[in-house]
């Protein structure tokens, strides 16, 4: 027989300190490929650190050294096009349209890139015979260690990006004194750079070069300097040698002459001194404690234990490779934590967003420029920004956004002669806003919409309303565009977004065997300008402004199309019923109901959600790996835990660090995620969706465990965050849960979602499903009915019968519920 209890407690402290399992990537080799070298950062700076005892290698990053200069791509010529596009589309001449569309639509920049900045080369001679070699990433601390033996005398060598100095550290020891020998060097990435030694410090400058007619106007500079303990420091004409010292520390910094998108008036050499001077008069062990007191503050608000085994006694690589035969729960763990780990140490407040790649790239050509692809990749970076207790970290994405809110003016009118802003499906460090990979890919006018969720959910996760006050108008303005863009379409009437596309899928071939994606009305669209549409309606309602603008808003939203079942039971992605049966397509598009928004749930349009499940299946489990990252949260949100674990452990495929292509995914060796090649967007997916698997708050509710699959039989999560402020701690056994922990940072109702009940408690009522929950950070809008193709057999799922049960907080108090 279990007995409940509740205990309430006040308490004023956030959830931190939590103990946290064994956190580290460790490897008995040195990295012999990119892939196999481990990542730290501070947000503004990335290096990757292979690790060679003989030869070590830290490849550098600064995040604003791209190629190009202050401009926007957009044509006047192009806003002639967008009504001949709508004619020949409404005439269903769809061929006709997309010839035009490429023919006419191409900007004259399809966005810049991301760049490396340079090597930093340390030669140890004699150290190629090391034995009792190890290299790791402690990511719960942010540092990378190097360990081998010579001749007797254990060195070790300590990386990591400092965010309280802003400079890469590497420091290096010896277990006896006077025997550290090594040089030092600057290895050149791009053409246009130049290293030279002056007053005891290693100078290389660079400028990017030329990408589509463009000249780099990115000025930066990298300064190099020494700090030993012992011994003798000289210096050649670009080289500094350090010898017979019992210890030395290495210091880099890196600055450019980026101050924002259209200035690019800062001094690079005297920010890069200015930083270079203050972090070497500080005591190294002073500056790696609060390096890590800096980065545990936020790290340390999550922890998450699904057990443990033995194979947390082999290298990383061999985990992975061992994961799909051996289970390893703490590898899942660490692989949660890794994703946690890319994003603090990619995404600082005041930085830039994380890009593809997030700040890590060691090519001049990277693959897609590794800039911002906004019809998925940028938005799935900051999945786990909220739900995993990392909210600050969302305001380099928001402080993009403000600025495309800007930008996105120009293409907002000169293409679509509308008011308000918009951009289409990329952008870059210069905020571009036009079209990029001409009229096939590029016809996407939804991505700035897209990027809004992002601000909503911030203040529904913070219940922020200055931020929400300050970000209103980029809703209002984003909202706005719609509002003179959205065309009438002429079978139903409905209000539909003309020319578009569903992301990079095609729905049918010309005469010529070529693919057609140009139409208008796609199920994504609409999701996206009703969701955009909600959101800034309800934001004004609780701003207490523009009701003249909410009523038109309301008035649009009514005129959109409902969403529509096909005749394979599938959730449509286009107006039509285009569905091919067998598509594979990595992008699923449509499914945006689903996840990231709320619009498709198993409680409120089951028809949809049966719907959204054949999908699903249809599409298959193995992709790329960023899709394969999207399927865990959609599965999350198909309350599947097995099918989402599947995936994951799909994903968790061992790749070669050769490969640099292929549509199948996986994990390379340093725990990247494989597209490939890399993108960092897949890291963050999977993290994202382990996160739902255990707490979901888009549903009207918070609900408890809604997705654990059966091989998480026993484990515990501490510091997951829902919407409207609620951190949540959870231990369960048996699938069961023993012990639920609920700090209320806001106050009001809290109401909980579980499968199994938690009893008849003081201050816990079991309330019936169709009461509203009057806390309006779970306010869930109405969708229109769907439309079901006469064709489609429907089976509804059948969805485990919940619980529901509301608890009325105060802000500050902790609730702890145990069931024995």
């Given at each position: ?498 020319p578009s596309m569903s992301p990079e899928n095609k729905y049918m071939t010309d005469t010529k065997g070529n693919g ?19 959101h800034t309606i309800q934001a004004a309602e609780a701003l207490k402004t523009d009701m003249e603008f909410v009523t ?269």
């Open positions: 027989m279990r007995s409940y209890f509740i205990i309430f407690a006040v308490c004023l402290c956030s959830f931190t300190g939590f103990a946290q399992q064994n956190l580290k990537l460790w490897y008995d080799k040195p990295a012999g490929n990119w892939n196999e070298a481990l990542p730290i950062g501070n947000g503004r700076l990335a290096a990757m650190v292979f690790g060679g005892a003989g030869k070590e290698q830290l490849q550098l990053n600064e995040e604003t050294i791209w190629t190009g200069q202050p401009h926007n791509n957009i044509l006047d010529s192009q806003g002639i096009v967008i009504p001949e596009l709508r004619k020949l589309l409404f005439e269903k001449k769809y061929a006709e349209a997309q010839a035009l569309s490429i023919k006419k639509m191409r900007s004259p920049q399809n966005g810049m890139s991301y760049q490396p900045a340079c090597n930093l080369l340390l030669q140890f001679d004699g150290h190629e015979k090391a034995t009792n070699y190890y290299r790791d990433l402690d990511i719960s601390r942010a540092v990378s260690t190097v360990t081998y033996d010579v001749d007797g005398v254990k060195y070790r060598r300590t990386s990591f990006v400092s965010f309280t100095d802003s400079v890469i550290v590497l420091h290096i020891e010896a277990s006896k004194p006077g025997v550290l020998s090594f040089q030092i060097a600057c290895g050149k990435i791009q053409k246009n750079s130049t290293v030279k030694l002056s007053e005891g410090i290693l100078k290389l400058t660079g400028t990017p070069g030329v990408a589509e007619g463009l000249e780099a106007k990115i000025n930066f500079e990298t300064l190099i300097k020494v700090k030993a303990t012992g011994g003798r420091t000289t210096y050649g004409d670009t080289t500094i040698n350090v010898t017979g010292a019992n210890s030395a520390t290495v210091y880099v910094s890196i600055a450019t002459n980026f101050k924002n998108y259209h200035d690019l008036s800062v001094n690079a050499h005297n920010k890069a001194l200015r930083i270079l001077q203050h972090a070497v008069k500080r005591d190294y062990n002073d500056q790696l404690n609060a390096h890590v007191r800096f980065y545990q503050n936020y790290f340390n608000r999550v922890s998450l234990d699904l057990g443990n085994n033995e194979s947390a006694k082999l290298p990383t690589d061999q985990r992975i490779r061992n994961f799909r035969n051996t289970y390893d729960p703490e590898l899942l763990s660490l692989y949660f934590q890794f994703g946690r780990y890319l994003l603090i140490s990619s995404s600082q407040p005041g930085d830039q967003p994380g890009n593809l790649q997030g700040k890590w790239n060691d090519k001049t050509k990277p693959a897609w420029d590794s800039k911002y692809t906004i019809n998925i990749n940028t938005e799935m970076n900051y999945w786990p920004s909220e739900l995993t207790n990392l909210s600050e970290l969302g305001n380099p994405l928001f402080n993009m956004i403000k600025d495309l809110s800007v930008t996105g003016k120009e293409s907002a009118a000169k293409i679509y002669h509308a008011q308000g802003w918009m951009a289409h499906h990329n952008t870059d460090l210069w905020r571009i806003t036009g079209i990029v990979d001409g009229g096939f890919y590029g016809v996407y006018p939804t991505g700035g919409a897209w990027l809004t969720r992002h601000l909503w959910e911030h203040y529904l996760f913070t219940g922020d309303k200055n931020f929400l006050k300050e970000v209103y108008p980029i809703l209002k303005g984003a909202a706005a565009f719609y509002v003179d863009a959205l065309q009438k379409e002429p079978d139903h009437g409905w209000l539909v977004v003309s057609v994606s140009l139409t208008y009305g796609t199920t994504m669209d609409n999701q996206i300008v009703f969701e955009l549409f909600s038109i808003l309301k008035n649009k939203r009514d005129q959109l199309p409902p969403m529509q079942i096909g005749q394979y039971g599938q959730l449509q992605e286009w107006i039509e019923d285009w569905d091919r049966k067998n598509d594979k397509h990595r992008h699923i598009s449509h499914l945006f109901g689903l996840y990231p928004s709320n619009q498709i749930s198993p409680y409120r349009n089951p028809a949809l959600f049966t719907a959204a499940k054949n999908t699903l299946i249809s599409r298959g489990d193995v992709s790329t790996g960023w899709s394969m990252g999207w399927k865990v949260n959609f599965w999350a949100r198909m309350k599947d835990g097995d099918h989402a674990f599947k995936i994951i452990s799909d994903q968790l495929n061992l790749v070669s660090p050769d490969v640099q292509s292929g549509q199948g995914g996986g994990t390379y060796p340093n725990f990247f995620d494989a597209h490939p090649p890399f993108q960092i967007d897949g890291n963050f997916g999977c993290t994202a969706g382990i996160a739902e698997m255990l707490l979901q708050s888009q549903d009207g509710a918070v609900e408890l465990l809604p997705a654990l699959p059966s091989a998480w039989k026993k484990g515990s999560v501490k510091g997951l965050k829902a919407r409207g402020g609620f951190i949540i701690d959870m231990e369960w056994d048996n699938h069961v849960l023993t012990n639920v922990k609920i700090l209320s940072t806001l106050g009001g109702n809290c109401r909980l979602r579980t499968i199994s009940p938690l009893g008849k408690l003081s201050g816990l009522k079991s309330i019936k499903a169709s009461l509203e929950n009057p806390n309006q950070f779970f306010k869930v809008d109405d969708i229109k009915n769907p439309l079901i193709s006469p064709k489609a057999t429907l089976k509804n799922v059948t969805e485990k019968p919940t619980l529901l049960y509301d608890l009325t907080t105060e802000a500050g108090k902790v609730y702890e519920l145990k069931i024995i």
